[in-house]
Structure formats: structure tokens, C-alpha cells
């Protein structure tokens, strides 16, 4: 299967900060990027679909402002967390996505463990 | 509303000892049904795509079943390694390529 990969796998940072993720998909050009959040025991939930060179459409109930998604290239898309605070601490998860002619696959990275202190 | 439900939320099984889990779901047009594997800490690794009812699907000891309505995943003779979390999730033909999770059904094998 392709192959994403997402850093970093896990981050620390003080409450106030900005961190940025990074998910590539390294062996194909991505149609869609999505970027998925998960709480410990709980189902991943969508945050954001995002199209390279297009703004990102997010969900409702996710703070655009305070979740950055640049889409800049078929191949990279970047998820900020903008002032983070400890509600913020969460598991990360993007994925991707190409168009064939029937495949619908998405492909995930590993992840990105945020603990916001 | 799109939806996926998964049955049981845990499961305990000894090792060699066959069952299934249950995904069901509702969707106004199914585009695709998928099965993942998730470790702790990890992201979702792919096992298969569904897209219409009757259609199976086999890896190792894993085994998909698709109907309308819902699906399952057939686990026989089960090993330790087998233990992880496993998610159902619809892709609605609604465009785009929005897919929906359910919570997972976390199965236990011991040895």
C-alpha cells in the first residue's frame, strides 16, 4: 500500500505555543488530505478535508482559526496548532487520499501525540 | 445521518478461538466499506475495501463479509498478535472522500 508519513510522532509544548505537523505522502500525489483527531478509547473524528491548493473545509465545531491546514503541494499537507492549551493534548492522525478509477483508499500516517503543558 | 456502529466494544477470545465482529451502518449511498487495524499509538493500517453486498474478502486469518446493512469481520483460529483495535469505517458516494468511523470493537487474544 502507499505510504504517509506524519512528524513528528509525538510533541510537547508549553500552553501558548504553536506546533505544526507535517503528514506526507511519500510514494504518490495525494488528492485529499484529511486530518482526524482521537481521544484515548474513542473513534477517530474528522477534523478538516483538505485539497491541494484550495482551503481546507473543516467540520463543524472545529475552530478554523485555531487549526491551521495548508494543503501547498500534492504531497504535503501541514496541520498548526495555534496557542495551544492542555484541552488541546490529543492523538493526530492524518491520511490520504488518490482517485482511481475505483480505488478509495485512504492511507494514514503513524500519527502525532500533542501534550500541551 | 451517516452512520457506523460496532459490536461488541471489547472482545476476549483465547487463542484458537474463532468469532466475529459486527459493523453496522447507514449511509444514503455506500461508496465503500473499510476494515482497519489499529495498534495503540499508532495510526490505522488498511486491510480491506468492501463495495457492494456479497462481496468477501480474505487476508491471513481475517475474513470481510459485506451486506446492505452491515458487515463483518471473521477472525479464525486468532493469535496473541492478532490483538489490536479494529475499525469500520463507510465512505458515502455522496463525493469527495469523507469517511466515517465507528469506535471500534478492541479485541483481547491470549495465549
Known amino acids: 500500500g502507499a505510504v504517509v508519513s506524519q512528524h513528528p510522532s509525538w510533541v510537547i509544548c508549553k500552553s501558548g505555543t504553536s506546533v505544526k505537523i507535517e503528514c506526507r505522502s511519500l510514494?504518490?500525489?495525494?488528492?485529499?488530505m484529511f486530518w482526524y483527531r482521537q481521544f484515548p478509547k474513542q473513534s477517530l473524528m474528522l477534523m478538516a478535508t483538505s485539497n491541494e491548493g484550495s482551503k481546507a473545509t473543516y467540520e463543524q465545531g472545529v475552530e478554523k482559526d485555531k487549526f491551521l491546514i495548508n494543503h501547498a503541494s500534492l504531497t504535503l499537507s501541514t496541520l498548526t496548532v495555534t496557542s495551544a492549551h492542555p484541552e488541546d493534548s490529543s492523538f493526530y492522525i492524518c491520511?490520504?487520499?488518490?482517485?482511481?478509477?475505483?480505488?478509495?483508499?485512504?492511507?494514514f500516517g503513524q500519527g502525532t501525540r500533542l501534550t500541551v503543558v | 445521518e451517516d452512520q457506523v456502529t460496532q459490536s461488541p466494544e471489547a472482545l476476549r477470545l483465547q487463542e484458537g478461538e474463532s468469532s466475529s465482529l459486527n459493523c453496522s451502518y447507514t449511509?444514503?449511498?455506500?461508496?465503500?466499506l473499510f476494515w482497519y487495524r489499529q495498534d495503540p499509538g499508532k495510526g490505522p493500517e488498511f486491510l480491506f475495501t468492501?463495495?457492494?453486498a456479497g462481496e468477501e474478502k480474505e487476508k491471513e486469518r481475517l475474513k470481510a463479509t459485506l451486506t446492505k446493512k452491515e458487515s463483518f469481520l471473521h477472525i479464525t483460529a486468532p493469535k496473541p498478535e492478532d490483538s489490536a483495535t479494529y475499525l469500520c469505517a463507510v465512505q458515502p458516494n455522496t463525493g469527495g472522500f469523507k469517511t466515517i468511523f465507528g469506535a471500534g470493537t478492541r479485541l483481547f487474544v491470549k495465549a
Open positions: 491520511s490520504a487520499s488518490f482517485w482511481t478509477a475505483k480505488n478509495t483508499e485512504a492511507f
Open positions: 510514494d504518490f500525489q495525494a488528492t485529499t
Open positions: 449511509v444514503s449511498g455506500l461508496r465503500g
Open positions: 468492501l463495495y457492494s
